[in-house]
């Protein structure tokens, strides 16, 4: 396959091997350093295994995300949506905001709600609770993605309570999938500076498999272009892979590209520029040559790169597309560049011009429904 390819060697014989097993931290590492016309194969490499891992389908969830507050203790160094208390324009959404959201996005036919926000200061594992009911007793069927790692361990802190009682509370009252956030770089360095208010590394890997083990799957993500080392990018996947190897939990893995235009750090001096475009497709390229079919969905952020550029990277490994998001308010205060808020028509035309299948799952990617719209 690679004869005629402009490939060293070394390269070479990394992607030879990942068409049989994942590559390990060290190859990956050679992956994510390789410059110029290289970077084809890559990516030819990581595209044949996406097909052959999960075939030619293309799929994302008809959701909608409701940020019930921007008031949040924790402050990210590279989060532009976070509030004081007594800031103008904080916020926490009512009971009544809540449902007439929510009514909005059942009638264009969501099927998940992703719960985000803030992590308020005094918020008990009740709050979430009251959260969880309030949807779920008006919208049983509409799944329910939500909170962090970090807001779940604070709440369970708040009320008192191990965490492993706090899920089985969060589960009891509606709670489906827990959202992969707060993971950002999972290395101690990075963090001290992005966000030395959030879980340790030790506490997020502690809390996922927690609620794991309770039997609330979720999702994976990595954020990455800030701070960190392109070692810290393949360092995190790898914690990624070894917590999938113990529990099969994670459903997907969602890489997010860091938007510094608006972030602390940035305007701090502080942090980089973001990635490069083709540090983007690197890191979904060789995310798909490290988790293969072990974490076989890995998902597009549109909402981060773009419509046009988050087309190419579906040919870079990835067979996902996130959510049509109803409104993302994080990705909107970073600076979106299209918006947050897409029709199930605009992401299937994306996926048809590449040729491949869209299709609609619900979030744990077990039922997949067929999209109607013709183009
Ligand atoms: S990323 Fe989340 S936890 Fe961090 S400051 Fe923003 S809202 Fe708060």
Known sequence: ????????????????????????????????????????????????????????????????????????RVRCGFC??????????????????????????????????????????????????????????????VSIHGFSPTMVRD????????????????KSAGLDTLPGTAAEILTDRSRQIICPEKVTVAEWIDTVKTAQEVGIQGSATIMYGHVETLEERVEHIDIIRQIQQD??????????????????????????LGATGTQDLKLYAVSRLMLGDLIPNIQVSWVKLGFRFAQVVLTAGANDLGGTLGGDELSDASGAPDGVDASVDTLTRMVKDLGRNPIERNSTYTEFYPIEQVF
């Open 1 to 72: 396959m690679f004869d005629k390819l402009p490939v060293s060697s070394k390269t070479e014989k990394i992607l030879t091997k990942s068409l049989d097993e994942l590559i390990d931290v060290e190859e990956a590492n050679h992956l994510m350093n390789i410059k110029g016309s290289e970077l084809y194969p890559l990516l030819a490499t990581a595209d044949f295994l996406r097909h052959e891992n999960v075939g030619d389908n293309v799929t994302f969830i008809n959701n909608c995300n409701i940020n019930f507050t921007n008031i949040c």
């Open 80 to 141: 532009a949506f976070g509030r004081d208390a007594d800031d103008d324009d904080a916020y926490i959404l009512t009971d009544d905001e809540i449902l007439k959201k929510a009514e909005g996005a059942v009638s264009n036919g969501a099927r998940e709600f992703t719960l985000m926000g803030g992590v308020l200061d005094d918020a008990d594992i009740e709050y979430y609770e009251h959260l969880l009911t309030l949807l779920k007793d008006k919208y049983p069927d």
């Open 155 to 170: 709440a369970c802190r708040v009320s008192g309570i191990d965490t492993a009682e706090g899920f089985e509370i969060l």
């Open 247 to 272: 529990t099969h939990g994670f459903t997907e893995f969602i890489p997010m590209t860091f938007m510094h235009e608006y972030s602390p750090i940035f305007l701090e001096g502080q942090s980089n």
